[in-house]
């Protein structure tokens, strides 16, 4: 359950009660009843323990990522994890094309890759200036484990700038290949396209 639902969650109205009346002429009317609002809102420690988690996931992650660069003689690894995002679009409906993964070796670990496959990912508009002006990171597990081409992240990002969404849900490669590689199913651009459209008008008729 997100963190919204769960600090808005409605518990259902309690059903009006009409008490039986004293004679057939007096009819009591029920007395208005208002539904009691159930708010589960997660304590201060909830909240800081899963900071903490999150911090030590990250860091260990690093650790690992710095580990692995140096026993083999390799620039550092770049670990970034992904926050939960609020507003997730589902594209894995759409008609897509099976891209191979980029930069994978530049944050996995290559004997943790397999580890990696997955049969959903998610893009993310991301801008990386080390390596591409924009670009659309692709994240497993909540771990950035590489990119879409700058070519096909071209093609994509005005599209999921106007989607306007913090992630996007598509299909992955469900076994691992042994070579090293990740595969995801990206959205191909004229589906996306009409996708945008539509969700847009959808969202002016509300």
């Known amino acids: ?3 919204v639902e769960r600090l808005f969650g409605r518990s259902k109205p309690t059903p009006q009660q ?3 009346s004293a004679s057939p002429e007096a009819v009591v009317p029920p007395e208005p009843e208002s539904a009691p609002l159930h708010t589960e ?10 900071w903490v988690a999150d911090l030590d996931a990250e860091r260990a992650a690093r650790e690992r990522a710095r580990e692995y660069a ?3 003689g390799l620039p550092p690894l770049t670990v970034r994890l992904l926050p939960e995002p609020e ?3 589902d594209l894995r409906a759409l008609p897509a094309a099976r891209l191979r993964i ?6 996995v670990p290559h004997d943790e890759v397999d580890a990696h496959t997955a049969d959903s990912y998610l893009l993310v508009r991301e801008r990386d200036p080390l390596h591409h002006p924009h670009l659309v990171a692709v994240y497993g597990r909540r771990r950035r484990i590489g990119h879409l081409t700058e070519s096909k992240s071209r093609g994509l990002l005005p599209l999921l700038e106007e989607l306007g969404a913090d992630a996007y ?3 992955g490669t469900e076994a691992p290949d042994g070579g090293g590689r990740l ?3 990206a959205p191909k651009v004229p589906a996306l396209r009409a996708f945008a459209g539509e969700y847009a008008r959808a969202l002016e008729e509300e």
Do not use: D, N, Q
Request: aromatic share 6%.
């Open 41 to 50: 809102v997660p304590t201060t420690s909830e909240i800081f323990l899963t």
């Open 183 to 185: 595969w995801v199913h």
């Open 87 to 89: 507003h997730v679009v």
């Open 169 to 171: 849900l598509v299909s």
């Open 102 to 107: 980029a930069a994978v070796e530049r944050h």
């Open 70 to 72: 140096a026993e083999r």
């Open 1 to 3: 359950m997100s963190l």
């Open 18 to 20: 009409t008490e039986p």
